[in-house]
């Protein structure tokens, strides 16, 4: 499939070339197409459900049981950057500040180009930083 | 007279005298009866279980491999709509009645779920409705425990769980006059007093009696030790009732042995004969467990089956004889089969190594004798699936190497450790040949010089520093002379005893080139490269010699799985771990063991040493890996082989499970044995029949990926000549175009990583 599109893309892009008027000079710089904005993964409908519960139990205070519920998610889906911050913020609520960070640490590995996902793991950090001051 | 009266008085002394004599005996085995009786009831061995298999839409697992965890869990294969604890198999579908279970989480009901299978995968659940589930949670297997004395095993039943027709057949049997008795039967004793003479010995022991008889260690069958019963079993009705008795004796009978496991109790007995609980015994079935209390080997129903059978029917006899039952059920019940279950021979344990894991971490945080006695349920990461084939891998390896005599003589040692990538999890651990063996445990006790699995260390240091050395840095692998005061003179030799002049720095690692390495690594450091093997998890103190940077150090295949398991997880180190959860014997949580992550390394250099320990695997020593695992899997792993060949090693992970194998001789003799040869086959057999996720390197910010042309060391484009894609520290690339670039070259490059951006965009908005 790989080969395919892009030779399809090689072709559209000099007809492309030949459509504007063709100004002489050094080949272009390459252009970069940034990747449209965030729009979330989708989850498997099991680890939907696991951490929704796991939402559910943390505004319960019942952290122990958030925390099995967000790791059995990650046993399914462990590259999944909403389940290790979801982690990452009971740890927090838990008063484990190393790990907080650690594994808001481990968030962003996954976390690619999402800024905002990004943005919220570096709020974790801080808190997490904060707290242990 | 007076004569008459001194002995008169001299016998009421001596009268008294023995009064006393037997009031202080019987005290005494009065104070003994309590203790042991209070003491007995509560001795509970810990259960241990491996992780409950999760199935949900996607799940990579064959419909074969379901199939065998429900039926190593007990599952008939007979419908039974009033039961849990069956599958039946429609074509590519399972449907099964999933059991009750008490987990760490709280109590799951029983339910029925529908399974669909395509390809090796899960491609639907729902269930009894038709409802779609997202997840249905299978019971754990026990796979051993932790035993109290003489490795007893039981089950506690209480006296109102146990079926009418099993008390009333152990009364009619065992002692008719059980519940109007005070102890002992005085005819019965007549009887069996009798018997002596006739020839015939009969027990004439009351239940209470047989009970006391389980107090004593030896089985001494004297007159005296039968009085001291006698006098034991009063006192024992004395103080406890009839239905405490009952209780404790239907839970302390002897009901045979599994290997080194003693069975003991109705509750077990049911599971280790009938696979059921004891409530749900039938007439019949319990008819047979009350025959074998007269001699459990003697009656085995799986050696003996005949004799059994003839046994049980005589108590179904008796019982009918004494009215407990109709002629009606008698009938039905006499006609039935024994019934047993085909059990797999469990032991104590079938996976020793893996038990001797979690009760050394236990014995951290709980009292021996607590783990030993209290019945604790503690739930474990390991998975029987992964067990099975590095068993399997192991055992067919060392047999053939043992037949062909290419690694030195027969009696070759392994083990293997098998962990989760992403969590730190042991999976599965082999101690030794003999997966059964419950003694040594190579995987965690054995302490071996690992030889060149100590290198990507090396290169790890090297590579954290991206201004001095990329993957494409030429590093010299001429001889190298290590001169230190107080040492002899080093100069370490390569394997095919040639030197390779300049050669680029992934390359040196792929090949696994000595001088070339030893030389690296005293140009960054020793300390440095050893500050990074504790970084990469690794405990143990490591001498600060050059020679330890080629392997001299010693150390367990477990420790090695924990260095290679941190650059598996992208630089998070998490300690190995094998326990999960620990609740009490009636379910209440008691402990949770969480998963820890710390960052150890930042991102780019664990993505640079993974691509290099690939190149190991693509075009290195570890190629022949070709033959088991499709290239797509693009796995990561070093091979090692130390002084004289005595040990064999493999460590390498691909998507979702590392692996370490070592062989080798317990004495330490030269083997001739080779890491890529000797180790990496079993590495192989055993991902392969795991269905491995391919390995994707991480793309961090500080990373990028160019092409290099491999004949000027040079940016390239994918159109040169054996261009090769590598990723390099952001800046660390080589900024000069090789002649072979072109600009079609570039457009092309543009295009493809386009596309590439585009498709991971997708997967990750819409799913794959």
């Known amino acids: 499939m790989g080969t395919r599109i892009r030779s ?29 904005p965030y729009l979330g993964p989708r989850e498997s409908v099991a680890v939907a459900g696991l951490l929704e519960s796991a939402r559910a139990d943390a505004a319960a205070g ?60 570096q709020r974790i950090i801080e808190d997490a930083r904060a707290a242990r001051r | 007279m007076a004569r008459r009266g001194r002995i008169l008085r001299y016998f009421s002394y001596a009268l008294l005298l023995a009064v006393a004599a037997l009031a202080v005996f019987a005290l005494e085995l009065d104070l003994r009866v309590r ?64 059991r009750p279970f008490i987990f760490w989480d709280g109590a799951q009901p029983a339910r029925r779920v529908r399974v669909a299978f395509a390809e090796g995968r899960i491609t639907e659940l729902r269930d009894a409705e038709g409802k779609e589930l997202p997840l249905a949670r299978l019971e754990p297997l026990p796979i051993g425990g932790i035993y109290p004395a003489g490795n007893e095993d039981r089950v506690l039943v209480r006296l109102g769980d146990v ?14 006059k059980f519940f109007s008795h005070m102890g002992f039967d005085p005819r019965a004793l007549v009887r069996a007093a009798a018997s002596i003479f006739s020839g015939r010995m009969q027990g004439g022991s009351t239940i209470t009696q047989q009970l006391v008889k389980n107090f004593f260690l030896t089985p001494e069958r004297t007159l005296r030790r039968k009085f001291t019963e006698l006098v034991m079993a009063v006192l024992l009705e004395a103080h406890y009732g009839k239905h405490e008795i009952l209780e404790t004796y239907l839970n302390e009978i002897y009901l045979g042995q599994d290997r080194d496991r003693a069975i003991h109790g109705i509750g077990l007995g049911a599971q280790f004969y009938f696979g059921k609980e004891a409530k749900d015994l039938t007439l019949a079935e319990s008819a047979l467990l009350i025959a074998m209390v007269k001699g459990p080997a003697v009656y085995d129903p799986r050696r003996h089956a005949p004799r059994a059978l003839e046994r049980r ?23 039935s089969p024994l019934g047993v279950s085909p059990r797999p021979v469990m032991g104590t344990s079938p996976y020793p190594a893996f038990v001797q894991l979690v009760h050394r971490q236990l014995r951290r945080d709980y009292d021996e004798k607590d783990l030993r006695s209290e019945g604790l349920r503690i739930f474990t990461s390991f998975d029987p699936r992964a067990q099975g084939a590095a068993e399997r891998a192991l055992a067919k390896r060392i047999a053939q190497y043992d037949k062909e005599r290419r690694f030195g003589q027969p009696g070759l040692e392994g083990a293997v450790v098998v962990t989760d990538t992403q969590s730190g ?20 006790d054995a302490t071996r010089p690992v030889g060149s699995l100590l290198k990507p260390a090396i290169y790890l240091t090297a590579l954290s520093e991206p201004a001095r050395y990329t993957l494409i840095t030429p590093i010299d692998d001429g001889p190298f002379l290590w001169k230190s005061r107080g040492a002899p003179d080093w100069e370490p030799q390569n394997y095919d005893k040639k030197f390779h002049g300049m050669v680029p720095l992934r390359t040196a690692l792929a090949q696994s080139y000595n001088a070339a390495t030893a030389r690296l690594g005293t140009e960054i450091g020793v300390d440095k490269v050893l500050a990074n093997v504790k970084k990469l998890g690794v405990e143990r103190e490591l001498r600060p010699f050059a020679s330890t940077l080629l392997g001299a150090a010693e150390m367990s295949p477990l420790e090695v799985a924990q260095m290679y398991q941190t650059i598996a997880a992208g630089g998070f180190r998490s300690p190995l771990r094998a326990i999960r959860e620990v609740t009490t014997q009636e379910g209440r949580p008691l402990a949770r063991y969480p998963l820890k992550v710390e960052q150890a390394f930042a991102p780019e250099p664990i993505v640079l040493i993974t691509s290099a320990l690939q190149g190991v695997v693509r075009e290195g020593t570890a190629q022949s890996l070709k033959s088991f695992l499709p290239a797509e899997i693009a796995a990561a792993g070093k091979t090692g082989t130390t002084d004289e060949q005595r ?39 055993l991902m392969a029949a795991l269905v491995p996720e391919p390995l994707a390197l991480a793309q961090p910010d500080g990373i990028e990926q160019v092409w290099i042309d491999p004949q000027t060391n040079l940016r390239g484009d994918s159109q040169c000549a054996g261009a090769l894609e590598l990723p390099f520290a952001q800046g660390s690339a080589p900024r000069e175009r090789s002649p072979c670039a072109t600009v079609a070259g570039a457009v092309v490059d543009t295009v493809d990583t386009t596309v590439k951006k585009a498709k991971s965009w997708w997967e990750r908005v819409f799913g794959r």
């Open chain 2, 35 to 98: 203790n042991e009786f209070e003491g007995r009831r509560f001795a509970l061995p810990a259960r241990i279980y491996a992780r409950p298999l999760e199935l949900h839409a996607g799940l990579r697992i064959p419909q074969a491999d379901v199939e065998d965890e429900l039926r190593d869990l007990g599952y008939r294969d007979v419908q039974r709509d009033d039961q849990a604890g069956w599958f039946q198999r429609k074509g590519d579908e399972l449907d099964i009645a999933v």
């Open chain 2, 163 to 176: 079926p009418k027709h099993l008390v009333d057949a152990l009364i009619a049997t065992e002692d008719r």
């Open chain 2, 425 to 444: 999890e042991v999976q599965a651990l082999v101690g030794g040949r003999d997966a059964r063996y419950r003694g040594y445990n190579r995987a965690v």
């Open chain 2, 647 to 685: 040990d064999a090693w493999f460590a390498g992970f691909t998507g979702d499970r590392l692996a370490v194998v070592w062989l080798g001789y317990d004495d330490n003799r030269a083997a001739r044995l080779s890491g890529a040869a000797a180790a990496l086959p079993v590495w192989g057999d």
């Open chain 1, 8 to 36: 399809i893309a090689i072709l559209l892009l000099l007809l492309a070339g030949c459509a504007t008027a063709p100004e002489p000079g050094p080949a272009p710089a390459p252009v970069e197409q940034a990747p449209p």
């Open chain 1, 62 to 121: 019942r952290l122990p049981t958030a925390a099995a519920s967000l790791e059995r998610a990650l046993r399914i889906e462990p590259r999944n950057p909403r389940l290790w911050q979801e982690l990452a913020r009971v740890r927090l609520q838990q008063g484990d500040y190393a790990q907080a960070e650690s594994t808001a640490a481990r968030s962003n590995s996954w976390a690619g180009s999402d800024s905002a996902l990004r943005a919220e793991n």
């Open chain 2, 313 to 335: 029917n005589f108590v179904l006899r008796e019982t009918k004889d004494q009215g407990f039952v109709t002629l009606e059920q008698y009938t039905v019940a006499r006609a």
